[in-house]
């Protein structure tokens, strides 16, 4: 099956900068890649997504690129501030459309 | 309002009992899913279902069951629990598993195996 794999397991990043999460994937066949969103004792949310049929997207902060080449994604947060702080999840669809496959998430914390 | 109802946010059993985590959704929605974190792994899939079929089991234990008596019920019922079975279990729904809409989560049921 696909296996996701988040590369920061942690990221400490000043207000205002930005912020950048990593992901890889294994199966070829994968077309949606989302991003979910989990503040401390809390349930995940969803953040973004992006299809395989486009490399970038937007929506106000946030820009997720896909290099379908490498196999890799990427959650940029600009201008981030203390409440972008959280665990951020990637995730995948692959040729098993059952099943939403899940990186490891990366904490982020926002220093003032 | 919380659109995804899970029962009991919290739990304690003891080491080989049986313990049953209820979700409920009102979303409309026509797939849902279990998923489990726990330090050991962070977000694991475990079953997805579709108009109340199972679609994918992931899960190796035949100790995990799921129950769906109504389409938007999923329950998982849990046997023989062992202190590894500690996690909080996440409930989730999709309007289908075939499309690339979001899953929404609940709020998770908190295990503690002692």
């Known amino acids: 099956g696909e296996k996701v794999e988040q590369h920061e397991s942690t990221l400490s990043v000043r207000e205002g900068d930005s912020a950048v999460i990593n992901c890889t994937y294994t199966?070829?066949?994968?077309?949606?890649f989302p991003w979910y969103k989990q503040e401390a004792g809390k349930s995940l949310h969803f953040v973004i997504d992006?299809?395989?049929?486009?490399d970038r997207k937007q929506s106000q902060r946030l820009i997720v690129l896909l290099d379908k080449k490498a196999k890799r994604f990427s959650l940029h947060i600009t201008a981030t501030q203390p409440e972008d702080s959280a665990i951020y999840f990637c995730a995948a669809k692959g040729s098993n459309y059952n099943v939403l496959y899940f990186g490891s998430g990366t904490k982020l914390t926002v220093e003032p | 309002d919380p659109k995804i109802i899970q029962k009991p946010k919290y739990l304690v059993a003891v080491t080989g009992s049986e313990k049953i985590l209820i979700c409920e959704q009102y979303?409309?929605?026509?797939?849902m899913y279990w998923y489990r974190q726990s330090a050991k792994k962070p977000l694991e899939f475990m079953f997805s279902y579709s108009y109340q079929k199972l679609m994918d089991n992931q899960t190796a234990s035949s100790r995990f069951q799921p129950q769906s008596s109504k389409k938007n019920h999923l329950d998982l019922q849990i046997t023989a629990l062992k202190p590894d079975d500690s996690a909080t279990y996440f409930c989730?729904?999709?309007?289908?598993?075939?499309?690339?809409?979001?899953?929404?989560f609940g709020e998770g049921s908190k295990l503690t195996v002692l």
């Open positions: 992006i299809r395989s049929n486009v």
């Open positions: 989730a729904s999709s309007q289908s598993t075939a499309n690339t809409g979001q899953l929404y």
């Open positions: 199966d070829t066949a994968s077309s949606y």
């Open positions: 979303l409309g929605h026509n797939a």
